[in-house]
């Protein structure tokens, strides 16, 4: 089935071009409500046991949808999956969107989904492939910030499996008039906001106190968006020297050397950028904390 609600981001020519050429196809047409309510939409129409996220000017493998179904159901406990991308056309892609390619495809598990999952969200949305019983029960919500990135911390909060097919299965369109691009609800802030709403809930739930490594721009600005759900740091972690030895909201800056005497508290890695993480990775495994019971990353 395929869902055209009359967006910019819908191709009703792509969609009616399905349906002539496969009959089992059928086109459903709802007025333009927004994305949300167009998921759920398609969703309510939905008979099989699983349920696959695809844009209309995305392109996949042949073989994408067949092997997700095999690995899926070869994995009970597992609510979904994605796979690997290549993003196209490849001249228009800028550094960021290169790095951000690159980390998804290095995401091989679903261990390596649920570490990764406070850093971005470690899915391609039109990758997905999830089971409809997770999805009746976990529909998509408008909340004013990204609906997919939701939907997978509600999943992983919830103790949900979520994996990942390690291969390159679609051809992710990157266009500068993508609603990810030109709408509100993906800007960087929404994202801070969703992830501090779910690390309240979750990781952060039976303490109002945590330690935070880093206080560059992010940091600061997760720092800020935990506040609002009552979560304050007791200590900073820092490398800056002209933050050593002050106070930020009420906290204490301190050297990573510190860091092993002060009081045990979850620890949450504020860091942009892989290299620095695996360092921050490798420091905190030596003293003996263990990740997403100890710390987690939330760049």
Sequence with gaps: MLVDDGSRDSSPAIASDAARLDPRVRVLTTPHGGLV???NRGLEQCRGRLVARMDADDLMHRRRLAEQVELLESLPTWAGLGC???????????????AYESWVNSIRSAEDVEREAFVECPLVHPTWLLRRETLSSHPYRDRGWPEDYDLLLRLITAGQKVGVLARRRLAWRHSADRLSRRSAVYAQDRFTACKAHYLARSFLAQTEQYILWGYGSTGRTLCRALLEHGKRPSHIVELHTGRLGNRI???????????AGVPRLPVVVSVAGAGPRAEIRDALARLGFIETRDYVCAA
């Design 37 to 39: 309510a167009t998921l």
């Design 84 to 98: 690997h991308v290549r993003t196209f056309p490849r001249d228009e892609l800028a550094t960021g969107n290169r």
């Design 249 to 259: 909201q009420g906290a204490d800056v301190i050297p990573r050397e510190r860091l």
